[in-house]
């Protein structure tokens, strides 16, 4: 449909077609109440010499239409309940994934990519400078290895599971609720302060998509924009070392 996005993810599909569906179902829902306003308005609407009849309930018709829209409410759960087991409930083993640490701050993106160990080293809020913006402890062997990316800037290559490690950690604003959203692949999590949230995905075409915090966060919400550049395999292999070696 042309209001929508394009669908680059795996599971995207999955998603819009749940849209579609609960779009439909209000659809119609929106059309009988709407339907029934009108003919109420013209049939009972001021007319000379009548007086109006007070109704006080009819408790048949109450609970006819709160048994439908239970139903219908209680049958959408159902319905979604596997996407969303399969999208939130679960993630891809980390030993088969891309993993990516992405931390939010007011107001940008930062992102990290552990090295050949595949573990991430230590961050401690009191570390944090204009220098070292994550807190990274430099003195922890397990983050040695670690390739911090440029500000606002995510790669990943292209159908693959990418398993992102997301955060939220400000230094000032500890109570600061960011969300990554990317709408081309149909993901959007709140990065929590003190939580770490996994989030996965499996971009099927490349190019490059804006990463929008999708929660008010303050005066600079707007600019706190990142770029995800989804590319081959060898094109992120070599973005890799590129920014490795210029740490």
Request: proline residues 5%.
């Amino acid at each position: 449909m042309p209001w929508l996005p394009p669908n680059v993810s795996t599971f995207g599909s999955d998603i819009d077609s749940l849209f579609y569906l609960v779009l439909f179902a209000t659809g119609i829902a929106f059309v009988l109440t709407e339907a029934a306003l009108i003919i109420f308005l013209v049939r009972y609407r001021h007319r000379e010499g009548r007086q109006a009849t007070f109704i006080h309930s009819n408790r048949r018709l109450e609970i006819g239409w709160t048994v439908v829209a239970g139903v219908s409410f209680f049958s959408l759960a159902l319905i979604q309940q596997g996407t969303w087991s399969f999208i939130k409930g679960s993630s891809p083993p980390e030993d088969q994934s891309v993993l990516v640490e992405v931390t939010s701050r007011q107001f940008e993106w930062h992102v990290r990519y552990p090295g050949p160990d595949r573990q991430f080293g230590r961050v401690d809020s009191a570390r944090i400078s204009s220098n070292n913006p994550l807190g990274v402890d430099a003195a922890d062997p397990a983050g040695q290895d670690d390739i911090i990316a440029p500000v606002n800037s995510l790669h990943v290559p292209v159908n693959q599971n990418i398993l992102i490690l997301l955060r939220s950690r400000d230094q000032a604003f500890k109570e600061v609720i960011h969300s990554f959203f990317v709408p081309q692949l149909r993901l959007k999590q709140d990065a929590l302060p003190g939580q770490t949230t996994k989030v996965w995905f499996n971009a099927t075409q490349t190019g490059s998509y804006e990463i929008a915090c999708a929660e008010l966060c303050g005066l600079g919400h707007y600019r706190m924009r990142a770029a995800l550049t989804v590319e081959t395999r060898e094109q992120f292999e070599a973005w890799l070392q590129k920014v490795k070696a210029g740490q």
